[in-house]
T-cell receptor
């Protein structure tokens, strides 16, 4: 069974600084997606960034980037130029690559990292 | 598009009462997921549907929980009878099989409190 581990329950960063959130996972599959979701106090789950396992290039979305190490099964999120609005719970998640009609296609989440941004 | 819509946003009920949570997925999406979020267990999948058919309900905690999807634009999650340990935030999410990255779009969640 696939598992996702986030070993940092809480992190703190100064505004404008850079922070890296860690995520490791375990799977026997070779093709899958990895995601980072942000959950602010409003509770809304917001997709931050997505990485396809077969792509070697690390995904980037503006100030958010990942360091994807497939062999090590590591998927960290780097937030550059941190802003107060980045304060939230961040969840790492795993899913098989392609949705297959009728098969299990669930997102498997880590336990989350609560990020505080200090002004 | 209005996104995934859930109602109610907050529900407070007494132990033993029936609770019904509602979800309207994004129009055209063919997958619908129900998740539960608690401090103890984090985010866990309860059940999901493909084209209105339940595919995997292995996450449904017990017989007190049931979910239906009578049509492509509506789903319910029912708890009967409710217990205090059911207190959680319940999320509905939808996605499209052919969509880019098959991103799951989440609703705002329903915070359920069972007294």
């Amino acid at each position: 069974a696939q598992t996702v581990t986030q070993s940092q329950p809480e992190m703190s960063v100064q505004e404008a600084e850079t922070v890296t959130l860690s995520c490791t996972y375990d799977t026997s599959e070779s093709d899958y997606y990895l995601f980072w979701y942000k959950q602010p106090p409003s509770r809304q789950m917001i997709l931050v960034i997505r990485q396809e396992a077969y792509k070697q290039q690390n995904a980037t979305e503006n100030r958010f980037s990942v360091n994807f190490q497939k062999a090590a099964k590591s998927f960290s999120l780097k937030i550059s130029d941190s802003q107060l609005g980045d304060a939230a719970m961040y969840f790492c998640a795993y899913r098989r690559h392609k949705l297959i009609s009728g098969a299990t296609n669930k997102l498997i989440f880590g336990t989350g990292t609560l990020l505080a941004v200090q002004p | 598009d209005a996104g995934v819509i859930q109602s109610p946003r907050h529900e407070v009920t007494e132990m033993g009462q029936e609770v019904t949570l509602r979800c309207k997925p994004i129009s055209g999406h063919d997958y619908l997921f129900w998740y539960r979020q608690t401090m103890m267990r984090g985010l866990e999948l309860l059940i999901y549907f493909n084209n209105n058919v339940p595919i995997d309900d292995s996450g449904m905690p017990e017989d007190r929980f049931s979910a239906k999807m009578p049509n492509a634009s509506f789903s319910t999650l029912k708890i009967q009878p409710s217990e205090p340990r059911d207190s959680a935030v319940y999320f509905c999410a939808s996605t499209l099989l052919a969509g880019v990255g098959n991103e799951q779009f989440f609703g705002p969640g329903t915070r359920l409190t069972v007294l």
